[in-house]
């Protein structure tokens, strides 16, 4: 059975990469960006259309950490707790935050590590956007103003 | 109507992170509103990160700058005849006559914070494509040759001579051959690749272009990490123009050859900036690590004879094309010839980018340059060359900062990060975050590192517990030799640097403690 038939926009995006196997984890990434998440149907039709076994590929989507097989929340805060930025008190920042947004639905705190902003940390990186010198009142406003644009509620 | 003001407003994330593009929206706002004529140009940043955003303003007697300048400040600067540089609590004056700056020696990033960063015709009048030139008219060996005679060693961590590894490529023999540049740049307290790429992307194209002249490869990769939207932004735009002004041709004069390069973005696994595990990324595997040999230079990309280099390494050949091996040499001590980008981080007064000649002293750029904590804090401890450098106490401010005299301290350079800490640290507790940060990011292959990581993890939390601190230390011990000496890769291998380096140098937090200090 062809299995890429089923999931269209996944095949649109390998063709786009000229069904390159080498070129699977820029396909990831768009399928990832474009779906929010790598679903079992995506997986499969990326695996077809690579000529790749449903396994090779799911080896590589649970290796890496930017790719998630099941939705994100609206709104992902990720939050610095490498070495520099815990230098300035991103520890407790972080768990602060995990605390803070617990409850908040469409709200996820992920731990990143580091954002190469080591200078001006505690870093926070809301969508493409690096923030520093982050602060609990920062980010609760910065939460908000991104739950407005982006529809979640913090 | 005279020509519109040029004002400069950096576009690197860092300055963005606390503004930048705020202050750019605000000046072009009060200029409308004034009726004065502004050029906003988004230059990279000078790397005098604890001023951003840092304007400058380009007047008849040159750039004046002012920071850090934040949104709110922009209506009483030009109250202040901001643009024929006025006087204004924010004004720094002249930016390269910053101390900060002046008494840096800056041959990689002579041009970066300048300009536009894709501001071709900006980059050759700053001294960009003179390299590219003279290597365009000298053979691959003599490329080399240069290469190696400037003593230029791997600025990734690792510090191999970067000549040595090109000369096994060139003779290598093979249908195809390739150059990469790893941007994988995932150690804390790191981030001049990002600022090289946001800021000046020519010349680590011009750097890649030379290489590819050097082995005779006609593709190349810039593995970026995702981390780096902008960077990897940057980079793609940068290729696009290169192309367009048809400087991808690294072959013989009259050669149609061309130079492919793709620009590829990592997806958040700080394995992959070990270079073996790098080009399994790039042929789209699980960033799993491989077994040396063969070395990439003989069977790397595709099974190919491949040259994996870090960003500052490749950036910094044009200038050694341009202006002789000898004249990089002069620059350094002993075998650490020519300068490195160190990059000052965590509580730390003036933090930024400060390239210098290797010798410089840890005291110089943490005290001098840096001007010690932000906090106002003590200084407790230096973390020098990333998670698996070095954890330095302020009794080792005098150590010289090249590769053998840190190897000799029992420390490394890394890719030149430092990372300082007040007198809140708990080493134990960093320890503990050097081991959790290997069995977080492991990839897996061999055991010492993926298991190892996880027990030293356990057998610090009983550590910090209390419980039997000797024979747990003792375990660790025996751990950490196990892990340096059995891993595949540094990431298992010099993870019990940052761990036993703290326990060496700061006992005192690794004494049993009572229940209400854990």
């Known amino acids: 059975m062809d299995r890429t038939k089923a999931h269209p926009a996944a095949r649109a995006i390998c063709l786009r990469h000229g069904d390159r196997p080498d070129a699977l984890i820029e396909i990831l990434h768009d399928v990832q960006t474009e779906m929010g998440h790598v679903s079992d149907g995506a997986l499969a039709a990326v695996a077809d259309a690579l000529n790749l076994s449903k396994a090779e590929v799911t080896g590589v989507v649970s290796f890496y950490h930017d790719f998630t097989r099941a939705p994100r929340k609206e709104l992902v805060l990720q939050l610095c707790r490498a070495e520099a930025c815990q230098a300035v008190g991103a520890q407790a920042l972080f768990e602060w935050a995990e605390a803070r947004f617990k409850s908040a639905d469409g709200v996820e705190v992920k731990a990143v590590y580091c954002l190469g902003n080591c200078a001006l940390g505690p870093a926070v990186m809301v969508g493409n956007r690096v923030y520093g010198r982050m602060t609990e009142e920062k980010l609760t406003r910065l939460a908000a103003q991104a739950a407005v644009t982006e529809g979640a509620s913090g | 109507m005279s020509a519109p003001v040029k004002v400069f407003v950096p576009r690197d994330s860092a300055a963005v992170s606390v503004g930048a593009d705020e202050v750019a929206l605000a000046v072009a706002d009060e200029a409308k509103k004034r009726g004065a004529a502004v050029a906003i140009v988004r230059n990279g940043s000078r790397g005098a990160l604890w001023l951003e955003p840092m304007l400058e303003v380009e007047t008849q007697n040159g750039r004046i700058a002012y920071g850090p300048v934040d949104a709110g400040d922009v209506g009483s600067l030009f109250d202040a005849s901001l643009l024929q540089g006025g006087d204004h609590p924010l004004r720094l004056g002249a930016p390269e006559r910053l101390p900060y700056l002046a008494n840096q020696e800056r041959l990689l990033f002579a041009r970066c914070g300048l300009a536009d960063p894709l501001d071709l015709d900006a980059y050759a009048a700053g001294g960009g494509l003179a390299g590219l030139r003279r290597a365009l008219t000298a053979s691959p060996a003599d490329i080399v040759a240069e290469v190696k005679a400037s003593g230029l060693r791997g600025r990734g961590g690792a510090g191999f001579p970067a000549g040595i590894k090109w000369e096994t490529a060139l003779k290598a023999s093979a249908d195809r051959k390739f150059v990469c540049c790893n941007a994988d ?202 998670p698996l450098g070095a954890y330095l106490s302020p009794k080792e401010l005098d150590v010289k900062m090249d590769y053998e005299s840190l190897a000799a301290a029992g420390g490394m350079l890394g890719h030149g990060g430092l990372v300082v800490f007040n007198d809140t640290v708990d080493m134990a507790r960093q320890a503990r975050f050097a081991m959790e940060f290997c069995a977080i990011e492991s990839c897996g292959k061999c055991t010492p590192c993926r298991v190892g990581a996880v027990r030293g993890m356990e057998t610090m939390d009983r550590i910090i517990a209390g419980e039997d601190v000797a024979a747990n230390l003792a375990l660790l011990d025996d751990l950490c030799e196990l892990m340096t000496d059995g891993s595949l890769c540094a990431m298992g291998g010099l993870t019990p640097m940052p761990v036993q380096s703290a326990i060496t140098r700061f006992p005192e937090d690794f004494r049993p403690r009572t229940r209400s200090e854990s």
């Open chain 2, 185 to 386: 740049e995932g150690d804390s307290g790191t981030f001049a690749d990002r600022m090289l790429m946001e800021g000046d992307p020519f010349t680590l194209i011009e750097g890649l272009t030379i290489a590819a002249r050097a082995i005779g490869a006609e593709e190349g990769y810039i593995y970026i990490r995702s981390e780096y939207p902008d960077a990897v932004s940057t980079m793609r735009q940068a290729v696009r123009v290169w192309e367009s002004a048809g400087l991808n041709r690294p072959g013989a004069a009259g050669s149609e050859k061309l130079f492919r390069l793709h620009v590829r973005m990592g997806a958040g696994a700080y394995i992959c900036g070990e270079e073996s595990s790098m080009l399994e990324s790039l042929e789209g595997k699980r960033g799993e690590v491989r077994a040396k040999p063969p070395i990439p230079a003989i069977s790397g990309l595709f099974g190919k004879p491949t040259i994996v280099n870090n960003v500052l390494t490749l950036a910094s050949v044009p200038w050694i094309m341009a202006q002789g091996a000898a004249a990089y040499a002069k620059y350094g001590v002993g075998r650490s010839t020519g300068t490195q980008a160190f990059q000052l981080a965590g509580d730390i007064a003036r933090g930024g980018l400060v390239e210098k000649a290797f010798g410089v002293t840890l005291r110089e750029l943490v005290e001098d340059f840096g001007g010690g904590t932000r906090s106002g804090r003590p200084l407790k401890a230096v973390m020098v060359g990333g």
